[in-house]
């Protein structure tokens, strides 16, 4: 554990001198707004769960223990934990009965012992905190040696927070709860963020002489900062210079405001770093993304799950990329895609459909309405329209007809289809599976091939046609095609093969 050690000058590492001893992550309420089967901090925003980003923050001050306290739901939340959340060590404290924000960092302490430096309180469900204001919090209660340093927030409407009091002198002299307070503190607007740096050995004392004697019958954080006054030690505020960090999520229009925010946070982000985005409002980004420069989102964009886009890419409009990487210069047009890979130059859509797998080499094509999965496509080689192509590796330069089918599955299981390089397939061609084409082999349109092509052959599997001159005036005297027939000098009716008229179709 990083103990605080002051900040020496001496010290050779900026990081220890200045990183807080453990940062407390609060999530253990019911979130009951949120009328949920989801624990409330594992609904996601840009893509990451609500507990993720405010431990991602907290990760960001390098803590020497990063602790989050869990209660309801605590087994889902702690599931996700165990998975690849890409964060540090988390060290979970559980508080099983909900007594209040004081008591739940007593199970913090509990869970990690006495913490000689620098607590960091912070809350799960506050996702737009960043890293660089708590830091700012930090260096402020570092700077004025407090025991306790709020961060605060001046709002238009306070109803529901906690007021801070200040003395004559500016210094934080009390926390009242909007239910404790009366008339004339219910009017301060100057809000508790609930985000606190507290000296660990000031905290830990105070949380054992909390009273319960309150509105809420809990154990309030927030009575800390009155208990360190009364001994006669600073305490100090710094106010958020922007107070939509400090909002938590309560129901889900919260949710899907702070989403909002975040989003013009992530856009603007890639605007700076050179990333055209015409139209912010209706392009999604998610927190996990990278986007070269000179790439130009179109609107109806969203970019989920780690995508990674190249420089130079046009994406959208009305797009959306799960788990996909793109390479420089590719075009993706109204198409919708997760888990393949689009390589440079390549073009899809509009109206394609890229599943697992589909992994489209340089300079290749995807038109419209094509359905790709678990399929390489080698460079140059064309996918244009209107196919489905599964389970296949198609080699390079290789032609692939409108309407073709990869007839992958008999209804138990899955087969592989092999399209050589150089080779053709001819429109609406039936590939039944498993097949192979050979480089430079020619299908021919409409065929159903159920064998395997050698190099160089073409291969026809269809019904040879068969043309019965004199058909539709024999059938269908009288009709505006029997008369377009005559008129352009076709055969009489009465021509053997035609058959007898018959009027049962
Ligand atoms: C608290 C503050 C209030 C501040 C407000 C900011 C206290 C007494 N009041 O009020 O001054 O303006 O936050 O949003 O601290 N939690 C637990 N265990 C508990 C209780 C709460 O883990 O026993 C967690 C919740 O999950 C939540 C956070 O602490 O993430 C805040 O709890 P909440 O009940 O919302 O606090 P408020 O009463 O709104
Ligand atoms: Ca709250």
């Known amino acids: 554990m990083t103990s605080l050690g002051a900040t020496s000058a001496s010290s050779s590492s900026a990081t220890a001198a200045t990183s807080p001893a453990a940062v407390i992550v609060l999530a253990a309420g019911a979130g009951t707004r949120m009328k949920s089967r989801l624990p409330k901090v594992l ?226 982000g890639h605007q700076r770093a050179g990333v055209t985005v015409q139209d912010p409002a209706t392009t999604w980004i998610h927190a996990d993304v990278t986007i070269g420069a000179d790439s130009v989102l179109l609107p109806g964009t969203s970019l989920e799950a780690g995508t990674v886009v190249g420089s130079g890419c046009t994406i959208g409009p009305d797009t959306t990329l799960v788990e996909c990487t793109v390479d420089d210069g590719a075009t993706v047009v109204r198409s919708q895609a997760q888990g393949a890979r689009i390589g440079a130059r390549a073009s899809v859509g509009p109206f394609s459909y890229l599943r697992p797998g589909a992994d489209l080499g340089p300079d290749s094509k995807v038109g419209a309405f094509v359905e790709v999965k678990k399929t390489t496509i080698g460079e140059g080689s064309k996918v244009p329209h209107l196919s489905y192509v599964g389970d296949t590796s198609i080699g390079a330069g290789v032609n692939v007809g409108a309407g073709t089918i990869t007839a992958n599955y008999d209804g138990a299981h899955k087969f592989g289809t092999v399209i050589g390089d150089h080779s053709f397939v001819g429109s609406n061609t039936t590939l039944i599976a498993p097949v192979r084409v050979g480089d430079g082999a020619y299908v021919a349109a409409g065929s159903a091939i159920t064998g395997d092509l050698a190099p160089g052959e073409l291969g026809v599997a269809r019904g040879r046609q068969r043309n019965i001159p004199g058909w539709v005036p024999a059938r269908k005297p009288d009709s505006a095609a029997a008369r377009a027939a005559a008129a352009a000098g076709g055969p009489e009716s009465g021509v053997s093969g035609a058959g007898p008229a018959e009027d049962n179709h």
Do not use: M
């Open 43 to 268: 609904h996601p925003i840009a893509g990451r769960p609500l507990v993720w980003h405010a431990l991602s923050s907290a990760a960001g001050l390098a803590p020497g223990r990063l602790v989050a306290v869990l209660g309801h739901g605590r087994d889902e939340v702690q599931t996700w934990l165990d998975g690849p959340t890409g964060l540090p060590p988390v060290t979970v404290a559980v508080q099983d009965e909900q007594r209040g924000t004081g008591h739940a960092v007593a199970c913090a302490l509990a869970a990690t012992g006495a913490v000689d430096g620098t607590v960091v309180v912070t809350y799960g469900d506050v996702p737009l905190l960043r890293s660089e204001t708590l830091q700012v919090l930090l260096d402020e209660h570092r700077r004025t040696d407090s025991a306790v340093t709020v961060l605060s927030a001046i709002v238009s409407d306070p109803t529901g927070y906690g007021r801070i009091v200040r003395d004559a002198d500016g210094q934080v002299a009390g926390i009242v709860e909007h239910k404790d307070a009366d008339d004339a503190q219910r009017a301060i607007t100057e809000i508790n963020s609930g985000v606190y740096a507290f000296d660990g050995r000031v905290l830990a004392d105070a949380l054992t002489r909390l009273s319960d004697s309150n509105a809420a019958g809990e154990q309030y954080l927030t009575e800390v900062v009155e208990i360190a006054r009364g001994d006669g030690r600073r305490v100090g505020g710094v106010v958020a210079d922007d107070p939509v960090e400090t909002e938590g999520v309560n129901d889900r229009v919260q949710l899907a405001d702070l989403a909002r925010v975040l989003n013009d946070r992530i856009v603007r």
